[in-house]
């Protein structure tokens, strides 16, 4: 399967606990981002990294939440401390080029947190 | 502060009628709209984009129109086939900001048989 992966596909977290979700980017692609959709809402930009490199995590809350995109292996968005908020589904994106340029981002299928 | 806006939470159509979604934006900046689809437990995927210095662009079944005076475009789908029947996300991005995607909230398509 060459399209963007991610997993835990749905993941269940007591408050305090921390979550990891994960995101392989479609095979050449070196731009990822990671998007978080609430209930009746739609995709807020949370983050968007190149290998190894934060570009922009202006849409990422300050506190408890961090992204990496290691040189190897996938891109990991991690909830520290989750809250009841944080419930929601998790996309992440991939792109060959920088996605506005040409319009098109390929998304994965979401990690949906569930926090109890 | 919402920059792109999708006013209609959901909109029902008869199969084989037109199907019209439309998508508001403030910033006059943005020179990229786009156009995504979405099925209930999947990722959303791009349908069809329109570039700032075109009023209308048509794939198949599937065209767009941009009014940039009136900071506005929609997709129509026509005819309209029960496959359709997903949530239509409007996005639009600026060169200013990086190209950084901002979506709307979503119209949620309902073909009736």
């Known amino acids: 399967n060459a399209g963007v992966m991610q997993n835990p596909r749905h993941l269940v977290r007591r408050r305090g606990q921390e979550a990891r979700l994960r995101c392989s980017p479609m095979?050449?692609?070196?731009?990822v981002y990671w998007y978080r959709q609430l209930p009746e809402e739609g995709l807020k930009f949370m983050v968007y990294?190149?290998?190894?490199?934060?570009?922009?995590e202006s849409g990422m809350p300050k506190e408890r939440f961090s992204a990496e995109f290691p040189k190897e292996g996938p891109s990991i968005l991690r909830i520290q401390q989750v809250v009841r908020g944080d419930s929601a589904a998790y996309f992440c994106?991939?792109?060959?080029?920088?996605?506005?340029?040409?319009?098109?981002?390929?998304f994965g299928e979401g990690s949906r947190l569930t926090v109890l | 502060d919402q920059q792109v806006k999708q006013n209609s939470p959901s909109l029902s159509v008869q199969e084989g009628r037109i199907s019209i979604l439309n998508c508001d934006y403030t910033?006059?900046?943005?020179?990229?709209f786009l156009w995504y689809k979405k099925y209930p437990a999947e990722g959303p995927t791009f349908l069809i984009s329109?570039?700032?210095i075109k009023d209308k662009n048509e794939d198949g079944r599937f065209t767009v129109f941009l009014n940039k005076s009136a900071k506005h475009l929609s997709l129509h789908i026509v005819p309209s086939q029960p496959g359709d029947s997903a949530v239509y996300f409007c996005?639009?991005?600026?060169?200013?900001?990086?190209?950084?995607?901002?979506w709307g909230a979503g119209t949620k398509l309902i073909i009736k048989p």
């Open positions: 994106a991939s792109s060959f080029v920088l996605a506005g340029v040409t319009g098109e981002l390929f």
């Open positions: 095979k050449g692609h070196s731009h």
């Open positions: 990294l190149q290998k190894e490199n934060i570009i922009d």
């Open positions: 910033n006059s900046m943005f020179d990229y």
């Open positions: 329109i570039s700032s």
């Open positions: 996005a639009a991005s600026a060169r200013d900001s990086n190209y950084q995607l901002i």
